[in-house]
Each structure stands twice: as C-alpha cells, then as structure tokens.
C-alpha cells in the first residue's frame, strides 16, 4: 500500500497534495467534459492513473483524522467514477476488472506466505474456536435475520417457507466472507505488529477456506429448498476434486516460485504479472480455485523455504500500486442509486452482521481464554467485505436466476457499507490495543512475532 | 492464438528484454534498434503465418499505445544526458534541428511525389508527408552506443554524435504534436492547431509538475511507482481521449521532470530499464499488425521517402563537417552514420497508425518497418566508418567489456530481494 507508515506530514505537503489532487481532478474532468472522445482505448488507463494518484491523495489527506488508506482508495473511486463525477463510464469500470484479478492473486499469495506455522501455531487454539463459533452461529443467526426481514425484502415476498428458508441459509453464507484483501491492506498500512494483528491475519486467511468449502455446501443444501429438485451431492464432489486439485497446483506452484527466487530471483515482478493474469485464467479453465491455490503457494513458500520474505517484499511492491486501484475500482463500482433505494434493509442486514460477529467473537475469546486485546477487539477486522464476497454472491446468484438479480442487488449494497465501515473499524482497533506504530519507518516485512514475544 | 497465449508470449519477451538490458555479459546480444522483433512479429502476424490473426492483435492496441506513450516518457525523462555527461545546450538544439531538417526534407520530398503521382487529397497528403516525415527523423542513440561500445570508440566526434542522437527525439516528439493536433477529427475543436498542439504538451508539464511535486524532497522508489506510473497512464488517457499525441504527452511530462526534479538521476535509473522489456513486445505487436494490403501506395511511399532521407542524411553529412572540425575527414557519410532508427520511431509509428487507422497509419507502420531495417543495415556500419576516419575508432581494437562512457549499465530494478 501506498504511504508507509511514517512521520506526520506537514502543512505545505498537505497543501501540495491537495493542489496535485485538484490538478488531477479538473484535468480528467474537464477530458471527461469535452463532449468528444476520439479514441476511448485508453479510458480505462486514464482511469487507472486517475484512481492510483487520486487514491494516494486522498488517502494521505484523510490520515490526519485517523481513517485508513483504504477509505482514500475506496472514497477516489466513488468520486471519480459513473455514480457522482463521472470521470469514467461504467464499462471503464468493468475493463478495470482485469486489476482485479491480479490483485486477489497477490493478496492470496501474500496472503499464505503471511501464515507461518509457528505464527498459526501460536494463534491456533483461538483461530480454531473463533471460525467454528463465527461460522456456526454466523450462519444460523443470520440465517434468521434474514428470515426475520424477508417481508421488508422486495424480491422474497412472493416465496413460500422453504424457498426462503434455502436464500437465507445462502445468505448467511455470505454473511461469514471476509475480506482479505482489507485486512491486509490495514496491516500493510499500518506496519501493525501484536497478537491482534496475527490473529485478525490467520483468522481472515484460515476463513477464506472455510467460505470456498462452505459454499458449495450451502449451495448443495440450499438448491432442493429452492428450486424443488432432487438433493445432489455433485457440487461437493465438484468442490472436493477443485480443493484437492487447488492444493496440488498450489503446492507445485509454491515449489517452482521457491525454486526460482532461490536460483534467479530477479525479475520477479513480471513474473507475479504472468501468475496473476495468465495462470489464473488457466486455473479457472481447468475448475481449479486460483485464490486457493495462490494461498497454499505461498504458504510454502513462506514454510517449505526461505524464501518468504523474498516473496513478501515483491509482493508488497508490486500490491503498493495494485492495491490502490483494486479498492479504487471496487469504489467506483459502488452502485450508489442502488444504495440509496434499499438502504435501509441493507443496514440493517450489516447491523445485525456486526452485533452476530461481535457476539460469536465475545463466546469465542471466552472458550479460548484469549487475550484481553483479542477479547475486546477480535472481531473488529471480520466487518469488512469486499471482493471475495462479490464473488460468493455471484456465484450464488448464477445458481438461484429466479432471484439472482435481486440477491445480487441486496448482497452488493450490504458489502458497500461493510466495504465503507470494516476498515474504519479495524485501523481504530488496531490503534486502540496499541499496535500500530506511526513513527515506524522501515516496511513491515511479514507478520511473523518478534522471538520471545508472547501470543496475544 | 488465442489472448491469454499471446499474453504469455509478450510477457515472455518482456522478460526477456530485461534480462537483455541488465546483463551486462549479453547487453550487446541482438540488433540495436530491435528490429527482429519487429520482423518476428510480421512473420508471426497474420500477413505471412497467421499465428497472431488480426483480431487477436487489436485487442492488444491499448497495450500498444500504452508502450508506446511510456517509450515517450523513458526518452524524455533520459533527455538532455547522455550517460553522466549532460548535453550542451547548444548542442541539443543543433541535434533537433538537424533531425528537423532531414525530417523536413523526407516530408517535402513524399508531399510532391504524391502530388505527382497519386490521387490522394490535399489534407491527407499532408498528414501522409508529415509523418513520413515524422518517422525519418530520429537517429536511435542505441545504434550510437551499440558502435562505441563495440568499438571502443572515443573522441570529440563520437561524442557528439551521441549528443545529437540522444537530442534528435525531441524533433519526432514535438512534431507529432502538431501531427495530431491538424488531424481532421478533434476532440478540442474549439482550439487552434497551435493551441491543440501546445495543449499536448502542457497536459505532460502540468503533469511533469505534479509529479516532482509528489516526489517532495525524500526519494522513495516504492512509492515513486505510484506516482509515476499514475501521473503518466493519466496523461496518456487524457491525450489520447482529446485526441492528441500520447507519445508528445508523455515525453514532455519525462522533459519536465528530468529539468525540474532534484530526482532526476533517480528516476532515469527507475525507468530506463524498462525501456527494453517494453521494446520488445511492442515491436512483435507491430509487426504483427502491419496491413500492407491496407496500405496500397507503400511501395511509392517507401522508395520516395527512404531515398529521400539518403539523400538529406548526405546534406546532413555535410552540414556537420562544414560545422565541426572532427567531423570534416569523413564529410558526407557523417549523415550516412546517423540514419539508424529505432524504438523510439517505431513507438512514433504505432502511435500514428492507431491515430489514424486505415491506409495512412498501415503505410506510416510499414515505412518506419523499412526505415529501421534500412538503418540497421547502414547505420552501425557506416558510423563504424565515420568513427574510425574521425581518429574516435583505432582499426583492429574492439574493447570488451564495453566502457560505460554512453549510458550507465541499468540497475537490477527487477531483483527480489
């Protein structure tokens, strides 16, 4: 991410990027403005430069009071894109999609080689408690919540019972995603080091499998309940020979990336830019999961070698300028008309998210006897959303069409103010329990405890 | 072949690029100005073989026009220096004016061949002569540095060869510029040719501005990524949506920040390393692009205009040693050493082929293709000659490993670690 932590900027630097940000602005607004587009190849690179600098910008300009670098990418996106400037047209917007791609395979990348078994070890007996308690009262909670506000819901009025008992247990599938992406753009840009910041880590990667093997499930049970049809087992089979085909092609991966760092090791960065545009793309034509897959590669990586921090500190330069646009577009993509017609059930769908996540976090912390750090602000990086949710509820409105639309619509609006709200709340955790360090210069190069630093 | 293939291959040759510009053992392994590329591309596109189809390829314009604007950026971040030596002022202008005049020439010679001997309008001959003219300007400063360190060549004329190699982009740059901005559609119709023109480059200023203010006073490369990579893709969205150059933009922005950024050394170690991984997809792409059956008057623009530029090459020739004392002994050939081309024209050349799809761009592709194979053939050679008449190449004594004397050895800036 961009902006390492650092010493506080001054007046004039503040000044100077807020001039830059207008510069920007009114240049793109006034092409965007000039009536004529002669050549619109390049719309979505002028809006990448447009998200990478306005992003950063604005990111710097909301530090001082205390929101995270990801609400500056998020709020550039927003601005600039088709619901309020228009800086860029909706179908700029879903070329930026290709960004998107590369930067979810560097977050599982980072994102497995950030797991370290002694780090997982450490942190094991609490991970452990708090995904089986997230999940299991996550899924029935929420499950009824939904429930509970289907006549407020426009396209479940006309469901019978079972139906709609088969789009809440989806729902609540939904419900328990969690954003990778966020959490380490939080702890990218705020060098945190503490038990809380390597449980919020563990937690949030150890739970992005638990959701790839959930779905499937979810969908499997869901699909009699909805559709009438005969129960099937062929997504799990499915699902079985995609997770094992996923860690065989991982591991291999994992290998052949150590393999290179240890006896090349240069150019590294086009290499990340082949495995996160063409291998994904290969891994999804032979119904291979590319984010598990890229998980478990870095996990060796980081285990299997002594490679890990090699591949932490490419990954980190090249997430610096991806990670930027991938929230940039993620915020442009931000259907806000679409908010503001079902806001309120959306709400309050989050609101009772947060209170489910909070609670199951409370019982968890209790049964592991975690740290009063953990106890109190565990569950403040399982709040975000983002683009692994987006993916659930696509798959899930592919699956169910009678009501894709409007589960899509519903699901987009709840992972905006998740989106909007999870980071906000896990950058203030992570500076009420005293982790984050402002004044710290150097990058952070991995998650892993100091030696001799207790857990928690 | 299908995109994700293609892909694959581009960032194969992208890797390939870099490894050729950071080993230093293999840095003088391939053609100056990449021109097999170039012909690779044409062998593989759906001219001859028919491995990349056409189709395949236009999906890959933005990526073309993209290399081809940062080529702008490289060249004119790197402006103005060559290796630790700046160039003289004075110099720089002699270097752009006498690219201008060959280019000049070319232009003047193409606008009345075809006015003698083709139907083609009045605008359009213009833009054809233009362009023509356009991508027979520059001398490629790789072609420069591939004889000198090859040759161990030293002395006041080799030198300012390099000196004028390195300045004579700025005259293509500029002129493209103005190209663009008298190109029948507009998207800032409003404006006069003069202020479209002028709009190209002050978008790369403004923008050139931004950035070394961005920059501040603490270098961070991580961070200068950022802001480098944002303020140009930016430039080039805008330019190319008001349908001005690209390429003008963003060297104008490179210009400005090497003049005004207390991190210029900084950056041109940033960024030059990059010029040859992006070269090389670049030129397969173009090759692969090349229409001739969409360009039918090439065989009567190449001959005009490749003849056209021998002959001003020997005026130049004779410009300089009328001017130069070194350069005297060898007299007309002078010119003859600096008529090699390379990325950069190609880079023009794309830029103008996207600009203006059908038999104008598709014949601008084709004539810089020939302009850079004719170079390649001559240039290394001929300037070996000049060298060597100057006193700057002692025969029989090629020094390996070559001097650093041109341009430093770029840094590992792929390296992992």
Same mark, same amino acid.
């Given at each position: 991410?961009?902006?390492?932590a650092?010493?506080?900027?001054?007046?004039?630097?503040?000044?100077?990027?807020?001039?830059?940000?207008?510069v920007?602005?009114?240049?793109?607004?006034?092409a965007?403005?000039?009536?004529?587009?002669?050549?619109?190849?390049?719309?979505?690179?002028?809006?990448?430069?447009?998200?990478?600098?306005?992003?950063?910008?604005?990111?710097?300009?909301?530090?001082?009071?205390?929101?995270?670098?990801?609400?500056?990418y998020?709020?550039?996106?927003?601005?600039?894109?088709?619901?309020?400037?228009?800086?860029?047209?909706h179908?700029?917007?879903?070329?930026?999609?290709?960004?998107?791609?590369?930067?979810?395979?560097?977050?599982?990348?980072?994102?497995?080689?950030?797991?370290?078994?002694?780090?997982?070890?450490?942190?094991?007996?609490?991970?452990?408690?708090?995904?089986?308690?997230?999940?299991?009262?996550?899924?029935?909670?929420?499950?009824?919540?939904?429930?509970?506000?289907?006549?407020?819901?426009?396209?479940?009025?006309?469901?019978?019972?079972?139906p709609?008992?088969?789009?809440?247990?989806?729902?609540?599938?939904?419900?328990?995603?969690?954003?990778?992406?966020?959490?380490?753009?939080?702890?990218?840009?705020?060098?945190?080091?503490?038990?809380?910041?390597?449980?919020?880590?563990?937690?949030?990667?150890?739970?992005?499998?638990?959701?790839?093997?959930?779905?499937?499930?979810?969908?499997?049970a869901? @699909?009699?309940?909805?559709?009438?049809?005969?129960?099937?087992?062929?997504?799990?089979?499915?699902?079985?020979?995609e997770?094992?085909?996923?860690?065989?092609?991982?591991?291999?991966?994992?290998?052949?990336?150590?393999?290179?760092?240890?006896?090349?090791?240069?150019?590294?960065?086009?290499?990340?830019?082949a495995?996160?545009?063409?291998?994904?793309?290969?891994l999804?034509?032979?119904?291979?999961?590319?984010?598990?897959?890229?998980?478990?590669?870095?996990?060796?990586?980081?285990?299997l070698?002594?490679?890990?921090?090699?591949?932490?500190?490419?990954?980190?330069?090249?997430?610096?300028?991806?990670?930027?646009?991938?929230?940039?577009?993620?915020?442009?993509?931000?259907?806000?008309?679409?908010?503001?017609?079902?806001?309120?059930?959306?709400? @309050?769908?989050?609101?009772?998210?947060?209170?489910?996540?909070?609670?199951?976090?409370?019982?968890?912390?209790?049964?592991a006897k975690?740290?009063?750090?953990?106890?109190?602000?565990?569950?403040?990086?399982?709040i975000?959303?983002?683009?692994?949710?987006?993916?659930?509820?696509?798959?899930?409105?592919?699956?169910?069409?009678?009501?894709?639309?409007?589960?899509?619509?519903?699901?987009?609006?709840?992972?905006?103010?998740?989106?909007?709200?999870?980071?906000?709340?896990?950058?203030?955790?992570?500076?009420?329990?005293?982790?984050?360090?402002?004044?710290?210069?150097?990058?952070?190069?991995?998650?892993?405890?100091?030696?001799?630093?207790?857990?928690? | 072949?299908?995109?994700?293939?293609?892909?694959?291959?581009?960032?194969?040759?992208?890797y390939?690029?870099?490894?050729?510009?950071?080993?230093?053992?293999?840095?003088?392994?391939?053609?100056p100005?990449? @021109?097999?590329?170039?012909?690779?591309?044409?062998?593989?596109?759906?001219?001859?073989?028919?491995?990349?189809?056409?189709?395949?390829?236009?999906?890959?314009?933005?990526?073309?026009?993209?290399?081809? @604007?940062?080529?702008?950026?490289?060249?004119?971040?790197?402006?103005?220096?060559?290796?630790?030596?700046?160039?003289?002022?004075?110099?720089a202008?002699?270097?752009?004016?006498?690219?201008?005049?060959?280019g000049?020439?070319?232009?003047?010679?193409?606008?009345?061949?075809?006015?003698?001997?083709s139907?083609?309008?009045?605008?359009?001959?213009?833009?054809?002569a233009?362009?023509?003219?356009?991508?027979c300007?520059?001398?490629?400063?790789?072609?420069?540095?591939?004889?000198?360190?090859?040759?161990?060549?030293k002395?006041?004329?080799s030198?300012?060869?390099a000196?004028?190699?390195?300045?004579?982009?700025?005259?293509?740059?500029?002129?493209?510029?103005?190209?663009?901005?008298?190109?029948?559609?507009?998207?800032?119709?409003?404006?006069?040719?003069e202020?479209?023109?002028?709009?190209?480059?002050?978008?790369?200023?403004?923008?050139?501005l931004?950035?070394t203010?961005?920059?501040?006073?603490?270098?961070?490369?991580?961070?200068?990524?950022?802001?480098?990579?944002?303020?140009?893709?930016?430039?080039?969205?805008?330019?190319?949506?008001?349908?001005?150059?690209?390429?003008?933009?963003?060297?104008?922005?490179?210009l400005?920040?090497?003049?005004?950024?207390?991190?210029?050394?900084?950056?041109?170690?940033?960024?030059?390393?990059t010029?040859?991984p992006?070269?090389?997809?670049?030129?397969?792409?173009?090759?692969?692009?090349?229409?001739?059956?969409?360009?039918p008057?090439v065989?009567?623009?190449?001959?005009?205009?490749?003849?056209?530029?021998?002959?001003?090459?020997l005026?130049?020739?004779?410009?300089?040693?009328?001017?130069?004392?070194?350069?005297?002994?060898?007299?007309?050939?002078?010119?003859?050493?600096?008529?090699?081309?390379?990325p950069?024209?190609?880079?023009?050349?794309?830029?103008?082929?996207?600009?203006?799809?059908?038999?104008?761009?598709?014949?601008?592709?084709?004539?810089?293709?020939?302009?850079?194979?004719?170079?390649?053939?001559?240039?290394?050679?001929?300037?070996?000659?000049?060298?060597?008449?100057?006193?700057?190449?002692?025969?029989?004594?090629?020094?390996?490993?070559?001097?650093?004397s041109?341009?430093?050895?770029?840094?590992?800036?792929?390296?992992?670690?």
């Amino acid at each position: 991410m961009s902006g390492a932590a650092r010493a506080p900027k001054g007046v004039v630097s503040r000044l100077v990027q807020a001039l830059a940000l207008g510069v920007i602005f009114v240049l793109l607004y006034g092409a965007s403005r000039s009536g004529a587009t002669i050549d619109d190849r390049l719309s979505a690179v002028a809006a990448v430069g447009f998200l990478l600098l306005a992003g950063t910008l604005l990111s710097e300009l909301l530090e001082p009071v205390g929101l995270p670098h990801l609400t500056g990418y998020l709020l550039a996106g927003i601005l600039g894109g088709p619901h309020v400037f228009h800086l860029f047209e909706h179908e700029t917007v879903a070329r930026l999609s290709d960004v998107n791609t590369l930067a979810l395979a560097l977050i599982a990348l980072a994102g497995g080689a950030e797991l370290r078994i002694e780090t997982v070890r450490r942190v094991m007996r609490s991970v452990s408690w708090a995904l089986f308690l997230q999940t299991a009262i996550g899924v029935v909670v929420m499950s009824g919540v939904f429930l509970a506000l289907s006549p407020l819901i426009p396209f479940t009025r006309e469901l019978s019972i079972w139906p709609l008992f088969g789009l809440s247990l989806l729902w609540a599938t939904l419900a328990v995603a969690r954003s990778p992406s966020a959490c380490m753009g939080i702890l990218a840009q705020t060098r945190a080091r503490g038990g809380l910041a390597t449980f919020s880590l563990a937690f949030v990667m150890a739970s992005d499998v638990v959701v790839v093997l959930l779905v499937p499930l979810a969908l499997t049970a869901a @699909a009699p309940l909805v559709t009438g049809g005969d129960f099937s087992l062929a997504d799990v089979h499915e699902v079985g020979r995609e997770i094992v085909g996923s860690v065989a092609m991982g591991t291999t991966l994992g290998l052949v990336l150590a393999a290179y760092l240890k006896l090349v090791g240069r150019h590294f960065l086009l290499v990340l830019l082949a495995l996160g545009f063409v291998l994904t793309d290969f891994l999804k034509y032979v119904h291979i999961d590319p984010t598990l897959s890229f998980l478990t590669a870095g996990f060796v990586v980081q285990n299997l070698s002594a490679q890990g921090e090699k591949l932490l500190h490419a990954v980190e330069q090249m997430g610096s300028v991806v990670f930027v646009v991938f929230f940039g577009s993620a915020g442009a993509h931000l259907d806000i008309p679409l908010l503001r017609s079902i806001w309120p059930v959306a709400l @309050a769908l989050c609101v009772a998210r947060v209170a489910v996540t909070v609670g199951a976090a409370r019982v968890s912390s209790a049964v592991a006897k975690d740290d009063p750090k953990i106890r109190r602000w565990g569950w403040a990086a399982l709040i975000s959303q983002a683009g692994f949710a987006l993916g659930v509820a696509e798959k899930i409105a592919e699956k169910f069409p009678q009501f894709g639309e409007g589960f899509r619509a519903l699901a987009i609006a709840s992972i905006a103010l998740n989106e909007i709200a999870g980071p906000v709340l896990f950058k203030l955790a992570l500076d009420r329990a005293g982790e984050t360090d402002p004044h710290e210069a150097a990058p952070r190069p991995s998650l892993a405890p100091e030696p001799g630093t207790p857990h928690g | 072949m299908t995109e994700i293939a293609l892909l694959l291959g581009l960032l194969a040759l992208s890797y390939m690029g870099s490894i050729l510009s950071s080993d230093r053992t293999i840095r003088g392994f391939g053609l100056p100005s990449g @021109a097999e590329y170039l012909l690779l591309g044409f062998l593989l596109g759906h001219e001859v073989l028919g491995v990349l189809d056409r189709s395949t390829v236009a999906k890959f314009e933005p990526v073309l026009v993209v290399g081809a @604007a940062w080529l702008g950026l490289v060249a004119g971040v790197g402006y103005g220096h060559v290796g630790p030596r700046r160039v003289r002022v004075g110099r720089a202008l002699a270097g752009i004016v006498l690219a201008a005049f060959v280019g000049v020439g070319v232009a003047a010679a193409v606008f009345f061949a075809f006015t003698l001997a083709s139907d083609v309008t009045f605008h359009e001959r213009l833009l054809l002569a233009g362009a023509a003219g356009i991508v027979c300007s520059e001398t490629t400063r790789h072609a420069v540095r591939w004889v000198v360190e090859r040759h161990g060549a030293k002395g006041a004329l080799s030198d300012a060869l390099a000196d004028f190699a390195r300045a004579s982009v700025a005259a293509p740059a500029l002129a493209l510029a103005v190209l663009f901005a008298a190109a029948p559609d507009q998207g800032l119709p409003g404006l006069t040719l003069e202020l479209r023109a002028l709009a190209t480059l002050g978008i790369g200023i403004v923008l050139g501005l931004v950035a070394t203010l961005l920059l501040g006073r603490e270098f961070r490369r991580d961070e200068s990524w950022g802001i480098l990579l944002g303020t140009s893709l930016l430039g080039m969205g805008v330019a190319a949506r008001l349908g001005l150059s690209a390429l003008t933009t963003t060297f104008a922005m490179g210009l400005t920040m090497s003049l005004v950024s207390p991190h210029r050394a900084d950056l041109k170690v940033m960024v030059t390393p990059t010029e040859k991984p992006v070269v090389l997809p670049v030129a397969v792409l173009t090759g692969a692009s090349v229409d001739v059956q969409a360009a039918p008057f090439v065989p009567l623009l190449i001959g005009v205009a490749l003849g056209a530029r021998l002959l001003f090459e020997l005026a130049r020739g004779v410009l300089l040693s009328i001017g130069m004392r070194a350069a005297r002994r060898a007299g007309a050939l002078n010119g003859l050493g600096m008529i090699a081309t390379g990325p950069f024209t190609m880079a023009v050349a794309v830029t103008i082929g996207m600009r203006f799809p059908g038999p104008l761009g598709g014949s601008i592709v084709v004539l810089a293709a020939g302009s850079v194979v004719m170079g390649e053939l001559m240039g290394p050679l001929m300037l070996r000659r000049v060298l060597t008449r100057a006193g700057n190449i002692i025969p029989g004594s090629s020094q390996t490993p070559p001097p650093p004397s041109v341009d430093p050895g770029p840094p590992d800036y792929g390296r992992a670690t």
